[in-house]
Nanobody, 119 residues
Framework: QVQLVESGGGLVQPGGSLRLSCVAS????????MGWYRQAPGKERELVAS???????NYADSVKGRFTISRHNAKNTVYLQMSSLKPEDTAVYYC?????????????WGQGTQVTVSS
């Protein structure tokens, strides 16, 4: 059984910073691509950033230059450092991890963490 636990969300003023973390635990053989998605009220879930096991990164245009994704493979953890936050970054942020578990390769989602950018 695999569990993803997210942390780091909260309320921040425009221009501020937050760091999200997502830890995967359980019967994990290997960790492949890890990513962060977000969903604002009334909108579809969208990819924010992803990082492969080799460290290649991909960002949504709206966050390039402001957000940085990183990972710690030994800890099965992915991070999202968010800077220069804007009100339009307000959303529930979900981590997604592609894992090789005992029964094969599966995609897992975190429970979501609220990020609110407001003065």
């Amino acid at each position: 059984q695999v569990q993803l636990v997210e942390s780091g969300g909260g309320l921040v003023q425009p221009g501020g910073s937050l760091r999200l973390s997502c830890v995967a635990s359980g019967s994990i053989v290997s960790t492949y691509t890890m990513g962060w998605y977000r969903q604002a009220p009334g909108k579809e879930r969208e990819l924010v950033a992803s990082i492969t096991s080799g460290g290649n990164t991909n960002y949504a245009d709206s966050v390039k230059g402001r957000f940085t994704i990183s990972r710690h493979n030994a800890k099965n953890t992915v991070y999202l450092q968010m800077s220069s936050l804007k009100p339009e970054d307000t959303a529930v942020y979900y981590c997604n991890v592609l894992l090789d578990v005992l029964i094969g390769v599966r995609s897992y989602w975190g429970q979501g963490t609220q990020v609110t950018v407001s003065s």
